[in-house]
């Protein structure tokens, strides 16, 4: 991996030296280490002492694995966790750094802060890290913590994309299909969101299956589209499943198959997805077999309506108003 700019940023971030021990005489029994504040007693995680004292002396990577077992406990222990992972990054690790800066914006174990958030996202991606470039450009999209800047969001979404990170390939498609901060190019938003979906990225596979269904940067291919909302979905991706429902759901592109987008549906609807409620909606509503669940679909409707979905607010108030069932 290319770093950019790494002595000059390192150094600005109070680094101490690279990636390797400085001197076993840094590493004594005090609890506090050349500015970093060790954990005693009951907050020191079973196995972590050898990996807390190396990232003492200056092995940053180190620091990074402290930093994930404390967010992987249950419950998460962020405070501790972003203790290390800011000895990391003032070392000049971007990986320390794009997760500290991902804690943030959230407000986990520090305060919520979107400008300190694009900051260090911005310092891990100038250290070359590929996440923290993907998330940069997603602070430059949404103007969360820094001004909005379309183009250098695409720049730097570009260089992590080149790196084969799924959410960067993703924002450099949907950049190039709406032509923000790039020209409008639907067959290089297709490769992007192609190049996206391979890495496992759930809303990316979304993203590709609509370009596929819509004959955006080709020709409507219906199938694609089908397996692409379906890998949505086996990724997570809630409007995936919804996508994908529906068109069990109408016999769009493939037989229909009430089983199949009740599933769907069921899963959509379980996230929250505006567009899986309507059609679970309809499912419950309208089902050919008479199998109708007047509190599932009105339930369901609910949901979507809540979310701004036009169709859905009409067949909910049928649903309350009693109106008899005819047909989606």
Not at 53 to 66: E, H, N, P, Q, Y
Not at 257 to 271: D, Y
Not at 286 to 300: I, S
Request: with cysteine; charged share 25%.
């Amino acid at each position: 991996m290319r770093l950019f700019g790494c002595l000059a940023l390192a150094c600005a971030l109070g680094c101490t030296g690279p990636d390797v021990p400085r001197s076993a005489a840094a590493s004594d029994a005090s609890t506090t280490v050349t500015g970093l504040q060790l954990p005693t007693g009951k907050d020191v995680l079973p196995g972590t002492q050898a990996l807390m004292a190396a990232c003492a002396v200056g092995t940053w990577s180190a620091c990074d694995r402290v930093a994930l077992r404390y967010g992987a406990v249950t419950p998460p222990r962020w405070r501790l966790a972003a203790r290390f992972w800011r000895y990391g990054c003032r070392g000049g690790h971007g990986e320390s750094c794009w997760r500290l800066g991902a804690l943030s914006a959230q407000g986990q174990g520090v305060k919520k802060d979107a400008r300190e958030g694009c900051r260090l996202q911005k310092v891990a991606c100038d250290l070359g890290h590929p996440g923290g470039c993907a998330e940069y450009g997603v602070h430059l999209l949404r103007g969360s913590g820094c001004d909005a800047d379309p183009e250098h969001a695409f720049e730097v979404s570009r260089r992590a994309c080149s790196e084969g990170h799924g959410l960067a390939c993703k924002n450099v498609g949907l950049l190039h299909r709406e032509g923000r901060g790039t020209l409008k190019d639907p067959v290089k938003a297709v490769a992007a969101l192609e190049k996206s979906c391979a890495r496992e990225h759930g809303d990316g596979c979304t993203q590709l299956g609509i370009m596929k269904y819509a004959g955006l940067g080709g020709a409507a291919d219906l199938v694609a589209a089908r397996l692409s909302f379906e890998r949505a979905c086996t990724l997570g991706a809630a409007r995936g499943c919804g996508n994908a429902a529906g068109m069990y759901l109408r016999g769009v592109g493939v037989a229909k198959h009430a089983g199949k987008a009740l599933r769907f549906a069921e899963k959509a609807c379980g996230a929250k997805d505006a567009v899986g409620c309507y059609n679970l909606g309809l499912i419950h509503r309208y089902r050919a077999d008479g199998l109708t669940d007047g509190d599932a679909a009105r339930k369901a409707f609910e949901e979507a309506c809540r979310q701004a979905h036009s169709q859905a607010c009409d067949e909910y108030r049928k649903t309350v108003e009693g109106a008899a069932p005819s047909g989606p």
